[in-house]
């Protein structure tokens, strides 16, 4: 019964860290995720899920910022404004 406590002990935080660590490798190094794009000339700013095939998502370009929807078969802008404007 002691060796059970012992290994669970041990095994617990490794198993604990090693899901942490495969997290923040995941968040990291993903392509196409909002921190993992340095110095792009086209930047996601973000990205806000509407429904189950349709999204929202500010990009950042030139300087400025556009609003656009994206679904399956089609991308389209809706708004746009300058990189101090605030969505």
């Not at 993992?36 to 700013?45: C, E, F, T, W």
Request: no cysteine; net charge positive; aromatic share 12%.
């Amino acid at each position: 019964m002691t060796w059970y406590f012992i290994k669970l002990l041990v095994l617990l935080p490794l198993v604990g860290g090693m899901a942490y660590g495969a997290l923040w490798f995941w968040r990291k190094y993903q392509p196409g995720l909002i921190g993992a794009q340095g110095d792009r000339a086209i930047k996601l700013v973000e990205m806000l899920p509407m429904g189950t095939f349709g999204k929202l998502a500010v990009v950042e370009f030139d300087g400025k910022r556009l609003l656009v929807s994206v679904t399956r078969g089609r991308i389209e802008k809706l708004a746009e404004g300058d990189d101090r404007a605030r969505y």
